[in-house]
């Protein structure tokens, strides 16, 4: 409790400082938000600029999936929703394949992105640094949703239990993944008081299949991972289920949410929301890549809500969500 209180104080600091600095563009309620946002509402996402002039209605959108394997897997997956996009919007809908979380954020804080689904982790700093307004994420058709972090490895590692990787080593995936490294980096710390460096050797391997593919070629003696990922992988045969085995399972975190860029127009936003709610998914190339995650649903959510838990979990990690 001391350790949480000592951060929260830092953070409260931190951004009391920031309030002493250059003077924001606009005087308005913004949180944690980047100078160039306003949060008047109070739901810790931007708003939709005032001034129409300020408000973007482009003839082309542009939408990227969260870079949680090759690019190429999703740009098929994603074909037919994206149709439906351009029926519902009267606009050419490009998928546009990012290679890591950080060139998406640029790319929708640069202006370049207007649909996107960020992963759990970089959910927070797409909302405060790009004016990401997510609003959806996927569930199951019953509306369960969200997946666990697991720290996987390989048989005959010698890892059996997570205090074992004492000494050995651990592949992350990147410093913005949930599951990839802030929640394990949590955990590692707060539940076995175990250190990267001090206790063990950090590795990223950049992505969720990495890292998969690295302990399952025994590459990587261990890994954090997103199981979501990992089944979605196993379905399509890439891994088999004897090469690589659990030896932590973290509680339930919401998936990637979708949403679109904060200065869209009004009526644009509500025809993309239109969209992802009343997609037909039976059939579709959508289906059939995420059902292997048992997902057949877009369902409502609010970033103020789901993503709590994965704010605390950046605050106990004494993460910033500084956009410089």
């Not at 997510?134 to 996987?152: L, Q, R, V």
């Not at 004897?242 to 949410?257: A, N």
Request: net charge negative; aromatic share 10%; proline share 6%.
């Amino acid at each position: 409790m001391k350790l949480l209180n000592s951060l929260m104080s830092g953070a409260a600091m931190a951004f009391a400082l920031s309030l002493a600095g250059p003077v924001a563009a606009q005087d308005c309620p913004r949180g944690d938000l980047d100078k160039q946002f306003c949060d008047v509402d109070g739901d810790l996402i931007a708003d939709t600029p005032t001034d129409p002039a300020d408000q973007v209605d482009p003839d082309t959108l542009i939408f990227a999936y969260t870079p949680v394997e090759d690019p190429a897997v999703y740009k098929e997956a994603w074909s037919d929703f994206l149709t439906h996009l351009e029926a519902e919007t009267g606009k050419s809908v490009v998928f546009f394949p990012v290679q890591n979380n950080a060139a998406q954020i640029e790319a929708m804080r640069s202006g370049r992105l207007h649909i996107a689904g960020f992963n759990t982790g970089s959910n927070p700093l797409a909302v405060n640094c790009a004016g990401f307004n997510p609003f959806t994420i996927m569930a199951s058709k019953d509306g369960n949703f969200g997946y666990e972090m697991e720290i996987i490895t390989y048989p005959g590692s010698g890892i059996e239990k997570v205090e074992d990787i004492k000494g050995k080593q651990l592949a992350f995936t990147s410093p913005t993944s949930n599951s990839g490294f802030k929640a394990p980096s949590a955990i590692l710390k707060g539940d076995f008081d175990m250190l990267p460096e001090r206790d063990f050797e950090p590795v990223y391997s950049g992505k969720h299949d990495n890292s998969i593919l690295g302990v399952a070629n025994k590459d990587y003696m261990a890994a954090s991972i997103a199981n979501s990922v990992k089944a979605r992988m196993l379905s399509r045969d890439v891994i088999t289920e004897d090469q690589v085995k659990v030896i932590y399972k973290s509680q339930t975190f919401p998936t990637t949410g979708f949403g679109t860029a904060h200065n869209l127009t009004p009526e644009l936003k509500e025809n993309i929301r239109n969209a992802f709610f009343n997609f037909d998914w039976e059939g579709t190339s959508l289906q059939a890549e995420f059902e292997k995650s048992n997902e057949g649903q877009f369902l409502p959510m609010t970033y103020k809500v789901f993503w709590d838990v994965i704010r605390k979990i950046d605050t106990a990690n004494g993460v910033s969500y500084s956009c410089e």
